[in-house]
């Protein structure tokens, strides 16, 4: 299903306009057999199919995401683990079952409350957060003798189980939610900030005096306190009718609103659609690395390749007997038969000897098999009769490359194999140092 409809993207014209010249230019050489606009077409095909069906799984995924943001509760045996918070409770569906009929069964939800704490711990609680009370309240303010900016007054904190309610005297300066009213202060001006902390039927006050400062707005700030006032006022004026008609002027400017949904989900819907264009990308850099391989596999059969040439010449062939001939063996591996194949198709088609050697060294992309293709080119041209030792010598030098590639090799598994070595050192060393450090201790 997917493929077909990439298949049905991609035949628009304008689509295949979009196909990279250097994707065409790998698959020519990955497929040199296969036609090249069929082969581009069944890559884009696949790899969009993959995309597509990606980005449907994250999709999927992304929309439970979405619709079931909440924690389950941990059901063990017969156990259900409350949550740290006596204030949070867990809902959880149940189903209840006799061991001796199994007819009798009952499905119910149950809201388990959090872990009560005792009396002694919630003193204990108070009064820690009257010693810590001044940092999780301060926000970005100096100290309370500065206060400049909102609080932050909430009604529970993190290794708190009480409910926290705030109160400012005189009330005008601080909300109960910490925000600050300083906009009109000429002077500093202290007020009284007492919280109640209550827990079940026990109840904590603790009162602590602030310094609330002349309030310093930027053109920015300033703005933004005259809309909100604005607001507020069309809020009190119209607080009889169904609806706040917002104020389209504040401060000789004309004012246009939208509502500003919860971002949260954009996330999870943007993560699959991210996902999908890397993977899309990604197959191109995965061609790339087949056409790198296939080089690789070309320049490691051109010692062989040049060894079986020269042997054929000497053994009175000629140079396009010897082509003929290596095209039909399978040992010099899939890449480099192809190639040849495709030469002595060429050549069968009508195309000159030296045009088909020059095609062939090109398409090779590699300097090895240009520069054996210019050697027959030269030697038809010329009709040199110093073929062989050329060859001779080519060939010699072919073995003395693979030698240095296979060292070459050689080093790139032992540099692959360090990092395990390291591993293993460092768990070496973990074991032993360990027991050791502790028995020392003891």
Not at 95 to 119: H, I
Not at 406 to 435: C, F, H, N, R
Request: aromatic content about 10%; hydrophobic content about 40%; some cysteine.
């Amino acid at each position: 299903m997917f493929e077909k409809a990439a298949e049905t993207i991609l035949s628009h014209p304008r689509v295949k306009k979009l196909f990279s010249e250097k994707v065409r230019t790998q698959l020519k050489f990955l497929y040199p057999l296969q036609e090249e606009s069929q082969l581009c077409k069944t890559f884009y095909k696949k790899k969009l199919a993959l995309a597509v069906k990606i980005f449907l799984v994250g999709l999927f995924f992304a929309g439970i995401l979405i619709y079931n943001e909440k924690e389950e509760p941990l059901l063990q045996g017969n156990q259900i683990y409350r949550d740290a918070n006596i204030s949070k409770s867990r809902e959880v569906r149940l189903r209840a079952k006799s061991a001796s009929e199994k007819e009798k069964v009952y499905d119910f939800s149950y809201a388990v409350g959090g872990k009560a704490c005792t009396p002694e711990e919630i003193e204990q609680k108070a009064e820690q957060f009257e010693k810590e009370c001044e940092t999780l309240i301060l926000g970005e303010n100096e100290s309370l003798e500065q206060i400049k900016t909102s609080l932050v007054l909430k009604e529970s904190y993190e290794g708190y189980p009480m409910v926290f309610s705030w109160t400012c005297n005189p009330y005008a300066l601080i909300d109960e939610d910490g925000t600050v009213h300083n906009g009109d202060l000429e002077q500093k001006e202290y007020a009284m900030l007492t919280v109640c902390m209550s827990y079940e039927e026990t109840e904590y006050e603790y009162s602590f005096p602030v310094g609330v400062c002349p309030g310093e707005l930027t053109p920015s700030q300033t703005w933004e306190k005259e809309v909100l006032q604005a607001v507020k006022q069309a809020d009190e004026e119209q607080k009889y009718t169904g609806a706040l008609i917002l104020p389209e002027e504040v401060a000789g400017e004309t004012i246009t609103y939208s509502e500003q949904g919860n971002g949260g989900s954009l996330y999870y819907l943007l993560f699959p659609a991210v996902t999908a264009v890397l993977v899309f990308f990604a197959k191109d850099r995965d061609l790339k690395k087949l056409s790198l391989l296939r080089r690789r596999q070309m320049e490691l059969k051109y010692p062989e390749f040049v060894s079986k040439f020269q042997l054929l010449l000497g053994a009175g062939m000629t140079v396009r007997g010897v082509l003929f001939r290596l095209s039909e063996d399978h040992s010099l591996g899939e890449e480099l038969g192809q190639e040849l194949q495709l030469l002595v198709r060429d050549i069968k088609n009508g195309l000159s000897g030296k045009d088909a050697l020059d095609r062939f060294g090109k398409r090779s992309q590699n300097p090895l098999y240009m520069r054996f293709s210019a050697l027959l080119i030269q030697n038809m041209k010329k009709g040199t009769s110093d073929l062989l030792p050329m060859l001779e010598k080519e060939s010699a030098e072919a073995f003395l490359l693979r030698k240095n590639h296979a060292k070459q090799l050689g080093e790139e598994a032992g540099t692959k194999l360090l990092g395990p070595m390291i591993i293993q050192l460092l768990i070496v060393m973990v074991v032993i140092i360990v027991p050791a450090f502790l028995s020392f201790q003891l």
